[in-house]
């Protein structure tokens, strides 16, 4: 449904928090529903309430879920005492973390749990999700995400593809199993193995949390700076259809179901939208004008604006305008790319692009 635009939903009050304090927070403007709500509107429902720009989502990545301890990536309502030290991931393997990089990496130490897929049912231990506390992790965190007015995106870390594959074999030979024909069928079972455990973790998740989640941001990389890591080809054969059936059951939940996906990989846009994927946030080494022009009618691209002339507010203003003119539309909607922008988002552009989305929206 459309809700009718009034210009005095531009008169802010409030910015989110800031971290840097040289740098304000971001404006909030006197939106006619709640954030979360329009985000949920736009991608579940298909039905735009404004353009998003960066102010819509929630973190979250709870203890609960071992990986998210072992990469030093815990977001909940309590903080994660620091410094995280060395954990193991849900199949056994320890990561270290490296307080210069703010992240963590598997122990180079650690023996490879595979060589070969054929050998994945004799090697690797799957995790017993349901012995995992969900009970103590909806005492935790259910207040926080029914009162935090966020869309709240668990973010699912390794995941069930080819990051995960990494983890097990390392980079180059999780590289060559996806060229070599003796171990292909072993790899479909595999995959398959690995989304079938990602689809109880989301069933849990679903059940812990319930309406305090929005849906889950689920990483992948797919490429270096230059170029994907693997060919259309094999991204077709074992990952897409793995893909197809995560979405499909976050979708059945009612939750969005986001990609996070690093690297030079426009050219596996395809793959992306085959996937079924809601939206995908772009590294800038990519066209994300390109991408929106061509798919954006199919997935939300988060798009790198064109950096405005000078800083001046109205700089900014008209140029937040000219972005939501060029990249918002019913049924073709992209969102600010927030984190890759390249510029912190201004109070004149944040006012130019939601004015001007929120008038197109309620059309």
Partial sequence: MSYAY???????????????????????????????????????????????????????????????????????????????????????????????????????????????????????????????????????????????????????????????????????????????????????????????????????CVETYGEGLSGFDYHDDWGSQKSPFFSEDAAQTFFVPEWKRLTSHIKSKGKIAELHSCGHIEDRIQCIVDGGWDNWAPMPMNDTQKLYREYGDKIMIAVCPDRPADDTFEAQYEAGKKFAEKFFERGKVACFSSFYAGFPMSDGFAKGMYEVSRQKAAK
């Fill in 6 to 204: 009034d210009p005095k939903e531009l008169d802010f009050t409030e910015r989110t928090m800031s971290f840097n304090p040289a740098v304000p927070g971001t404006p909030l403007f006197k939106f006619p529903v709640s954030i979360r709500e329009a985000y949920e509107s736009l991608l579940v429902k298909k039905d735009p309430v404004w353009m998003p720009y960066g102010v819509e989502t929630g973190f979250f990545a709870p203890s609960v879920i071992p990986d998210n301890i072992a990469r030093g990536f815990v977001f909940e309502a309590k903080p994660w005492p620091v410094p995280y030290d060395r954990h193991k991931d849900m199949f056994g393997i320890e990561w270290i973390y490296v307080p210069v990089a703010g992240g963590s990496m598997e122990d180079p130490d650690h023996a490879r749990l595979l060589e070969d897929a054929n050998d994945w049912k004799e090697n690797l231990t799957f995790p017993d999700v349901d012995s995992w506390d969900w009970d103590a992790s909806a005492r935790l965190n259910n207040d926080y995400l029914k009162n935090n007015g966020k869309a709240n995106l668990l973010w699912l870390l390794n995941g069930a593809g080819f990051e995960r594959l990494i983890s097990f074999f390392g980079f180059e030979n999780a590289a060559l199993a996806l060229v070599d024909e003796d171990q292909e069928d072993a790899m479909h079972e595999l995959l398959s193995a690995l989304t079938d455990l990602y689809i109880k973790i989301i069933d849990r």
